[in-house]
């Protein structure tokens, strides 16, 4: 019989396979040259300082326009429409959800429209606006309904985005579980 080629050139008799009990440890990652950010931030990056800054300044410029908007009335024959108050007021609650949602927190849509609706409130307590609510006769004017609409209405603005910002977070929330 003629030795074969194909086995091993040493005898493995009376020798034990070498056994791994423990799986080769994985080299380290790389470490960073740079040291990672302490802020919170949210899914798109915003911290709670960019975001409470936003709600603020959302809650200043929604103030500002809704009050220039809010005094158009729009005329359909002879009945008045409050236009300018309704336009204002989705402009308020547009700009408090995109707020909330953006930062990715309720609160900052709360935020946004306590901010609309303090600043509202201060100007119209000030002794130099034109308030024509407290008109007396027997005629409402329409910009005085306007003026309530967007006075009174704003608060429930506030409230809708709130809520709105909740059930969009809650299912995005839901999503991102499964």
Known sequence: MQ??????SVSLEGRHPQVTLHPPVPAKPPRRSWKPSRRRTGVFGVSRWEGTGASVAGGLLAAVLGTALHGHVAYVGST???????????????????????????????????????????????????ILTGTTGG???????????????????????????????????????R
């Open 80 to 130: 008045a429409v409050p236009a300018g108050a309704v336009a204002a007021l989705l402009l308020a609650g547009a700009v408090s959800v995109w707020c909330g949602l953006w930062a990715r927190n309720i609160l900052a849509a709360a935020l946004c429209g306590g901010t609309a609706y303090v600043v509202v409130a201060l100007i119209a307590s000030s002794p130099k606006t034109l």
């Open 139 to 177: 005629t409402i004017l329409p910009v005085a309904v306007a003026g309530n609409m967007w006075l009174f209405g704003l608060a429930v603005a506030s409230v809708l985005s709130v809520a709105v910002c909740a059930v969009v977070l809650r299912r995005s929330a839901r999503a991102d579980t």
């Open 3 to 8: 030795p074969s080629d194909a086995g091993p």
